[in-house]
């Protein structure tokens, strides 16, 4: 009778038996409660869970679907172009975009080391296989411009393409490097990609075995066919590269010399001259670096003009590169008064100190012309300067540092535009003084004759 008005028979057995104890009846309940536990939805988070897990990542259909229709649009650019342009609306170019840059320079998705992946179909109608000159790279660099501009989001992913395919090189033949290569000139002409994918160029083994700067080769002839060496220049200045270009070299190689004979008799005279350029730059920043630490050390004059004169001659400086070196360096080491009044006095106190190693640089009349265009330059560029032009010009040619003939030269038509009507103003007395001087003297060798 309970059981038929309760649906729990074992909960009816409990109340149709007599009088029980609290602890027997807490131990059959939990009896009971163990054994008849409600359900949970545990299996059905775990089912939502599986249903919205992201799809795994399998490109294998994904490169079915490009290499039959590279194979139907064959070698026509146009029609290539055109059906990459429709493909993103239905393939998944987001997450296979490794995959679609492989297909389309290599023919196939690319194992570790540059082979191709035996496992999957391929392409006949890829970079590699095309014909080996510019104007089909050309054509090539524009089917790659287009998919780019059209799925902005594939432009990060082929930067990384690119410099996965340059560490790869040893795995390519001599044509596919030579194709990628006049590709990547031209890539790096028209924008497409930054200059820093050169980084992947400076790989060891690759430098090791001539790889890098056989590539380097027709890379960079590509680069300035398209836009010129100023294109080029700007481009690598803009990455910090512009003083790397040696690094393309074993270290036993890595000479100006090596590099300008390399690249002279590759056709490649403007590079070879840029990188040599570069080199003095970097070398005159690193003397310069030096001579400031000698000057803040307080190092004597006589030592300081020994090593510069060494390291002028070391690195094939002229006199008139080397003064103005000096005369940055001079005024680089001192942290000078914002007040206009007493800067003057503190650069004619500071400059006498170092009259010394001035005069050691300016034994030619065009040193001392280079000095007084930097002292115009300067004073123009630091306006606490511009009243103290005069007394400098003045200082250096008491110190036997500045002559007349220099001075009296500047002042008629070896000035530069910066500063110009001041400067003159400031001097006209003095050049005054300096040619009755002349005159005066003239006279009196006359009178001697």
Not at 53 to 58: C, L, Q, T, V, Y
Request: glycine share 4%.
């Amino acid at each position: 009778m309970c059981a038929n008005w309760h649906p729990f028979p074992a909960a009816c057995f409990l109340l149709d038996t007599g009088p029980m104890s609290k602890s027997l009846r807490h131990q059959t309940m939990g009896k009971y409660n163990q054994k008849q536990q409600k359900p949970t939805l545990t299996g059905q988070r775990f089912k939502t869970r599986k249903r919205d897990e992201k799809e795994r990542f399998d490109p294998t259909q994904f490169q079915e679907s490009i290499v039959q229709g590279l194979n139907q649009t064959g070698s026509d650019l146009e029609a290539v172009a055109k059906f990459l342009d429709a493909s993103g609306a239905k393939l998944d170019y987001r997450r296979y975009a490794e995959t679609l840059f492989d297909i389309l320079v290599a023919g196939g998705m690319l194992a570790p080391g540059g082979t191709l992946s035996d496992d999957l179909t391929r392409t006949e109608f890829c970079l590699f296989t095309a014909q080996e000159d510019l104007e089909t790279m050309q054509a090539y660099a524009q089917v790659f411009n287009k998919l780019i501009r059209r799925y902005k989001y594939l432009e990060k992913g082929f930067e990384e393409e690119i410099k996965k395919l340059l560490l790869f090189l040893k795995g390519f033949t001599e044509s596919e490097r030579n194709k990628l290569a006049m590709l990547t000139g031209i890539l790096l002409a028209n924008g497409n990609i930054s200059a820093s994918i050169l980084n992947s160029l400076y790989n060891e083994n690759l430098v090791k075995e001539g790889v890098s700067a056989a590539f380097a080769v027709k890379l960079f002839k590509s680069w300035i066919n398209e836009k010129d060496i100023n294109s080029v220049a700007g481009s690598l200045r803009k990455v910090g590269m512009d003083n790397r270009l040696m690094e393309l070299f074993p270290a036993n190689k890595r000479s100006c010399e090596h590099f300008s004979k390399y690249f002279t008799d590759a056709g490649l005279k403007e590079l070879s001259d840029f990188a040599r350029n570069q080199q003095s730059i970097g070398a005159r920043k690193e003397l310069q670096k030096e001579l400031q630490e000698q000057m803040a050390r307080g190092d004597p004059q006589k030592e300081i003009i020994a090593f510069t004169k060494e390291e002028m001659k070391k690195s094939n400086l002229s006199e008139q590169a080397m003064i103005n070196i000096i005369w940055t360096s001079v005024m680089s080491c001192v942290e000078w008064n914002k007040k206009e009044e007493l800067v003057t006095e503190q650069a004619i106190k500071h400059l006498k100190q170092y009259s010394l190693l001035l005069k050691a640089f300016t034994s030619q009349g065009l040193s001392e012309l280079s000095l007084l265009l930097k002292i115009q330059e300067y004073c123009y560029d630091n306006i606490h300067f511009m009243k103290a032009f005069q007394k400098i010009v003045v200082l250096l040619y008491k110190a036997d540092v500045l002559s007349e003939e220099a001075i009296l030269k500047w002042y008629t038509d070896a000035h530069v535009a910066k500063g110009k009507s001041v400067f003159l103003e400031q001097m006209k007395k003095f050049v005054e003084w300096l040619k009755n001087a002349e005159e005066e003297s003239e006279s009196e060798e006359e009178e001697t004759d």
